[in-house]
């Protein structure tokens, strides 16, 4: 019985246990059933209000389109923001026209390039806004990409340039119900009415009248695919612009789009392909410097968009300073005519760049942007070109980076550089006699030893390549994209020609680069925009610097030293030749490139970096070069320019070089590189007291290439033990060995006998100067007026020479002995109640030695 009722009470327990359980989980159901409806009728009041939404979303009145003003127009402005460059719609042009009048050629074109699928959909193409929704999702975008003909047509024309989830979801809706509303031929003729098409230029008409000078009709097919590319891309796509390889591509591109659809046959599509177009001379237009304006506009366009940029409302100031953009085209202008004239070079373009903050100051692209003769709208200062010699300072930087000086001297003699040929310049057997490489000078003419400091201001190929090869390829191109060349990113392409101009860069690009050494080593990127405001005036991006040092000061001034040399650029160019400024210290470089095709002038002070490039468009070869073509141009320019600016001279690099450290060969013996230092008074070797003044280094004659004493691998370090493993070895030193040979005569030859073998005993611990000063003295008080004549006594071996003299560590100069010297302590500049007086003496051998004593003034 007892068990029984322990069963009976299990049994109630755990039924207990199931009621509670049950009641649980009904609440818990309960629960999940009201969060259930709660959440659909939330659902459902949202998905109300929503549809509430849609619904009062009108469609407009669409005679809004025949109607339509171009608004909110973004104006580029000068330095000052005062003066008006250009007006992105000062001078807009549309000519609306019907559909039917617009031909099948155009219509087609766009349909296959815009929107394939433009007669199939509702509007809105769904697979496309899920691409677009996923890419912005999971990318960094917000409303990008999927658009359709009838959404670009409510973008352009009905909303604002506001990018926000809501304006996406306004086009989509309205999109469907004008696709709902209109006919498609008539959607299509809108938006062909409404296009832009590059500058002012919108509609179809309007594009085909400008371009091609016919009615949108008579379009060729050819010519209905180039403007069928331009709205996507309005600035950059622009016939008139300088990415014409990219229009090109685009109505390829189209081309092969209207060929998949069976828009067109093979047939039409290799005409059209192969078709030459030509396009109508660019009218003027109210714009003031039209390369940098445009060069702007795609800046913004490429950051911003077209659509920001054609109706953001914005306000851009820019870094140019108008007044001397206006004396720089007129320069250019007239400098370009008489090149026409006397060299056959009928174009120019000019940059100038502040160093100091990066910002573009001026910028000519060509004579005349409205020039269609020279292809004058093209903008050279932002193109491709080979540079010349106006390259070598970047080899010449890293060269001095790595150890060598202004005064290592290389060898200007005919050399072979092609491993597969011999040192007379002939292929060896077996190898292509094409290979060879036996570079010139620009005037034929070879000079033997020379200084890097005179190599490089006269220009010398022969030693700019030596220096090239020593300073190492990767190195120089890792200096100049430090520097600001951006083009020269395949290291794969270039050769030791790379120094002479082998590569391509920009004059944009070159300029800001020579600002690095202007600027005494601290790079400030090129730019192009103060300050940019939107429609309400809110600042969307402004003028930071960005400053970086890229190159040792030193070398940047040891640059500066060198291209500012007026003497040792005579030999090549003449005393006060077109790269002299009178009363300014100016450093400037020229370059020339193959069948005088390039002509460049790039100079610049501590404030202003100038560069002018000079030639023809389409590589037609002048006369003349650097210097007669670019240099003139170059030279009226910064003269002018630097009227506005106040006279500023470089500092002045350390060019001293401790002989301990630096070897003979880097410091310009290039007779030999073992040496011995002298004392020139007693003939004997220098011991630890001869003075600097009467130390002479000598160098054991021994020719040699400088490979025989560098290492290119370590230039400070020892000599190579084994020179021959250098492929380039033996083709620079056979020359210089012919060479030797042939003038070892007009030189003076020193051996090893000549080094003496005992020491200087002139200059020793009792030979200096034994003195002490006898007036002032300690125990007499002076007074403040008094006159205090200087006296001393000398029992040194040798007679006094001078003496300098400080008080209280201020130096008051330096007397030759036995001159009078007397001061008054009223005009010291640190007087004080206890004075120490100092003075060095020097004896005729430059012994010296000194004393001081503590004088005493009542103030």
């Not at 913004?300 to 054609?310: M, P, Q």
């Not at 910002?359 to 010349?388: C, H, W």
């Not at 002995?817 to 009223?826: A, L, R």
Request: glycine share 6%; proline share 5%.
């Amino acid at each position: 019985m007892i068990k029984n009722n322990k069963f009976f009470k299990k049994i109630t327990a755990l039924g207990a246990d199931i009621f509670v359980s049950l009641k649980k989980i009904y609440r818990k159901k309960r629960f999940l059933k009201n969060m259930a409806l709660l959440c659909v009728s939330i659902f459902i009041l949202l998905t109300g209000m929503m549809l509430m939404w849609l619904s009062s979303i009108r469609i407009p009145d669409f005679h809004y389109f025949e109607n339509r003003r171009v608004e909110n127009s973004t104006k580029i402005y000068d330095r000052t923001g005062e003066i008006l460059l250009y007006d992105i719609h000062q001078d807009t042009k549309r000519t609306d026209i019907p559909g039917d009048a617009m031909g099948i050629n155009i219509k087609n074109a766009t349909v296959a390039i815009e929107d394939s699928e433009f007669y199939n959909h509702g509007g809105i193409r769904i697979t496309a806004i899920f691409r677009a929704i996923l890419a912005n999702f999971f990318g960094t975008g917000r409303t990008q990409g999927g658009s359709t003909i009838t959404q670009q047509l409510v973008k352009n024309t009905l909303l604002t340039s506001e990018k926000s989830y809501t304006r996406k979801i306004k086009e989509w809706v309205l999109a469907i119900k004008i696709d709902n509303s209109i006919p498609k031929e008539k959607i299509l003729e809108y938006y062909l009415n409404e296009a832009p098409y590059g500058g002012t230029v919108y509609g179809i008409q309007e594009a085909s009248k400008t371009y091609f000078n016919k009615n949108a009709a008579d379009l060729t097919l050819a010519e209905a695919a180039y403007l069928a590319s331009i709205p996507q891309s309005p600035t950059t796509l622009s016939p008139y612009g300088k990415n014409k390889d990219k229009l090109e591509a685009r109505k390829n591109l189209v081309l092969s789009r209207m060929l998949e659809l069976n828009f067109i046959t093979k047939e039409d599509y290799d005409k059209a392909k192969n078709e030459v177009v030509i396009f109508m001379p660019q009218e003027k237009i109210g714009i003031k410097a039209a390369h940098f304006v445009f060069f702007i506009k795609d800046y913004i366009e490429k950051k911003y968009g077209s659509e920001i940029l054609e109706k953001g409302g914005l306000k851009v100031t820019t870094t140019l300073d108008y007044d001397l953009q206006e004396k720089g085209e007129a320069i250019v202008k007239d400098g370009a005519l008489k090149n026409e004239k006397d060299w056959d070079g009928k174009n120019a373009s000019l940059v100038a760049i502040d160093p100091k903050t990066g910002q573009i100051l001026t910028m000519i692209g060509s004579r005349d942007y409205f020039d269609k003769e020279i292809d004058g709208n093209f903008n050279v200062a932002t193109a491709s070109r080979q540079p010349g010699s106006s390259f070598k300072p970047f080899i010449y930087a890293t060269a001095f980076n790595k150890g060598f000086t202004p005064q290592t001297v290389l060898f200007d003699l005919p050399t072979e550089f092609q491993t597969t040929c011999d040192a007379l310049g002939k292929a060896l057997p077996g190898r292509n006699q094409k290979d060879c490489y036996m570079p010139d000078n620009y005037d034929g003419k070879f000079r033997g030893p020379m200084s890097l400091r005179d190599a490089l201001a006269q220009s010398i190929n022969l030693v700019a390549i030596k220096l090239f090869y020593l300073a190492g390829l990767p190195s120089s191109l890792k200096t100049a994209e430090e520097m600001g060349i951006s083009t020269l990113t395949d290291i794969g392409r270039y050769g030791l020609t790379l120094v002479i101009g082998g590569g391509e860069v920009s004059l944009l690009d070159i300029t800001s680069a020579y600002g690095v050494f202007a600027n005494d080593g601290m790079r400030n990127p090129y730019i192009g925009i103060l300050k940019i405001e939107d429609a309400n005036g809110k600042i969307l991006e402004e003028f930071k610097p960005k400053t970086q040092e890229v190159l040792p000061k030193n070398t940047a001034l040891t640059i500066s030293s060198v291209l500012s040399d007026e003497k040792a650029r005579i030999p090549t160019f003449g005393a006060h030749s077109s790269l002299f400024v009178p009363g300014k210290e100016v450093a400037v470089k020229t370059g020339t490139t193959n069948n005088n095709k390039d002509a460049w002038t790039i100079g610049y002070t501590p404030s202003l970096v100038v560069g002018v490039w000079a030639g023809n468009n389409d590589n037609v070869p002048m006369k003349k070069g650097g210097a007669a073509v670019a240099g003139p141009i170059w030279n009226k320019f910064i003269t002018e320019a630097l009227k506005k600016n106040s006279s500023e001279n470089f500092e002045k690099p350390n060019l001293e070089t401790d002989p301990s450290m630096v070897k003979p060969v880097l410091r310009g013996f290039w007779q030999g590189n073992e040496n011995f230092f002298i004392d020139k008074i007693s003939g004997k070797l220098a011991g630890p007291n001869t003075p600097k003044e009467t130390i002479e280094e000598r160098v054991i004659t021994n020719v040699h290439s400088i490979l025989y004493w560098i290492d290119k691998k370590d230039i400070l370090g020892a000599p190579p033990e084994n020179p021959n493993q250098d492929p380039q070895f033996s083709r620079w030193e056979i020359p210089i060995a012919n060479w030797w040979a042939q003038n070892k005569g007009k030189y003076r030859t020193i051996t090893i006998n000549e080094k003496p073998t005992m020491t200087d005993d002139v200059h020793t611990d009792s030979a200096k100067p034994i003195v002490s000063i006898i007036e002032p003295n300690t125990y007499t008080n002076y007074s403040l007026n008094q006159k205090i004549n200087l006296k001393i006594s000398s029992l040194g071996r040798y007679p006094l020479k001078k003496i300098d003299i400080f008080i209280n560590d201020s130096y008051l100069g330096t007397y030759d002995f036995p001159t009078q010297f007397s001061f008054i302590p009223k005009d010291l500049e640190d007087l004080q109640a206890e004075n120490e007086l100092k003075i060095i003496v020097y004896d005729i051998f430059y012994n010296k030695s000194e004393t001081n004593i503590m004088f005493r003034v009542n103030q």
